[in-house]
């Protein structure tokens, strides 16, 4: 394999470990308090997107590149299924997202290595481009929701002030 596919490859399955990372960097660089919104939002929105994904494939059914053109060969084993959207883009960019909330330079960093991850995928040829754009969407609106639905859990008075 070329030395070019082997880091298509590699950013495409395993850089979604390095917003995992950065995410784990920007936890503990906020103060007590916000550990505990940051970690609960980040954990509402993954659950958000996995819906969203889920209703996304559902609604819009796109086959894989190498499902719709039998010549084009995915870099690395994938399943024949509905590439509509990628749950690796939706993920790690609604973690970015809230991320940012947080930390402005973490969370552009993360957005990149994210847009990075859906292009590589792209590249790999186990998605489609409005695979990668409506996975964007959908970890941004994921992130949004998270945020306006633990608003009342961190304003009770038994959440972490201090």
């Known amino acids: 394999m070329p030395p070019v596919d082997q880091l298509i490859v590699i950013v495409a399955q395993y850089a979604i470990y390095a917003v995992a990372v950065g ?43 190498f499902v719709q053109d039998p010549s084009l060969k995915p870099l690395f084993p994938h399943p024949a299924d509905n590439g509509f959207p990628s749950d690796h883009t939706a993920l790690t960019f609604g973690i970015a997202t809230i991320v940012f909330v947080y930390r402005k330079a973490i969370g552009v960093v993360l957005m990149v ?41 961190i304003h009770a008075s038994w959440w972490p002030r201090s």
Do not use: F, M
């Not at 992130?143 to 859990?153: C, E, F, G, K, V």
């Open 23 to 65: 995410a784990v960097i920007a936890w503990l660089l906020v103060s007590r308090p916000e550990k505990y919104t940051l970690a609960a939002q980040a954990i509402v929105t993954v659950i958000l997107v996995a819906i969203l994904v889920k209703v996304a494939g559902v609604v819009h059914t796109d086959p894989r590149p």
């Open 113 to 153: 290595i994210s847009l990075g991850i859906g292009a590589a995928r792209v590249a790999a040829n186990v998605h489609h481009v409005q695979d990668i754009v409506a996975a964007v969407v959908i970890g941004v609106v994921a992130a949004l929701l998270s945020l306006l639905l633990t608003r009342p859990l």
